[in-house]
């Protein structure tokens, strides 16, 4: 969707960075180099190449052959030129975004922010598709067409899923899911000996990021904005590096940065490992 993807791309980009943080840490010595020299990195290509090749042109596809539900049914085929080649620029200039960012902080051995920035990006991502601006963004989502959102119930849902909108979905997923989640294990430090990588990127998106937006939707809509600051307590408790359940997420993926760095670099000195 229009409004989500801004947010997609960026998470996908960090997160592709966070996925090859040892080999990004093998690369150059820490520290060394600017905020673009990410360009210059392999992963980086990789992952322009997806973005650029499979994920971008998926969306304006969705754009053109549903543009209603593309645009969370506030758009037609009348949408402004510029809007549409906007769309598709941002679908690639945030994903670059995003990776450089991560890969920046990588490199000075932030990766807590470099992984911070990989789940707030889902996080907002579901935020949009779940809450929207007015609270209904999960009725936009689950809607095939604009008319279903006045009278909408789960029925509607569950009609959804098997709409042409839908299935087109499904076939993109096809492409997207198994490319994104073939970064994660071949960049890991030991992919054929730890899925804890695989652990940490699922339960980052699909527990934490979806939850939570999820969790945040119900709590604005039956409390309104009375509960923000609960919210923000509970992202304060979530993410804290001294108790919170994400730090330990984290390390599954540079769990073994220092191992890793030591046979796969020139450098003789080890890494001590930093969050």
């Not at 593309?70 to 510029?82: F, N, Q, S, Y």
């Not at 990006?121 to 604009?146: C, E, N, Q, T």
């Not at 009609?159 to 490319?179: H, K």
Request: aromatic residues 18%; positive net charge.
């Amino acid at each position: 969707m229009v409004q989500v993807d801004i947010f997609w791309s960026m998470a996908i980009g960090a997160g592709c960075a966070v996925s090859a943080i040892p080999k990004i840490v093998a690369e150059t010595e820490e520290g060394v180099g600017g905020f673009w020299d990410g360009m210059k990195s392999p992963y980086f290509l990789a992952t322009l190449l997806f973005v650029a090749l499979v994920f971008a042109p998926s969306g304006t596809m969705l754009l053109w052959s549903f543009t209603s539900w593309e645009t969370m049914h506030v758009g037609t085929r009348d949408l402004p030129i510029w809007l549409v080649g906007g769309f598709a620029i941002t679908n690639v200039s945030q994903c670059i975004l995003g990776f450089l960012l991560a890969y920046w902080w990588i490199k000075n051995a932030k990766y807590y922010k470099a992984y911070l920035l990989f789940f707030y990006g889902y996080l907002a991502m579901f935020f949009v598709l779940a809450h929207g601006w007015d609270g209904i963004g999960y009725k936009r989502f689950f809607s095939a067409s604009k008319d279903q959102i006045g009278d909408w119930t789960w029925a509607t849902a569950a009609d959804w899923l098997l709409s042409p909108v839908a299935i087109t979905l499904y076939v993109m997923g096809v492409f997207i899911i198994p490319t994104l989640y073939s970064f994660v294990y071949l960049w890991s430090a030991k992919p054929l000996k730890s899925l804890k990588p695989l652990a940490a990127f699922s339960s980052t998106i699909f527990v934490f990021a979806l939850g939570s937006a999820v969790l945040f939707t119900i709590c604005l809509n039956t409390f309104g904005y009375g509960s923000a600051f609960a919210i923000i307590l509970y992202l304060y408790l979530l993410t804290n590096q001294a108790w919170g359940i994400l730090p330990r997420v984290a390390r599954g993926f540079y769990s073994e940065v220092g191992s890793f760095v030591t046979r796969s670099s020139p450098r003789s000195k080890r890494l001590e490992l930093q969050s």
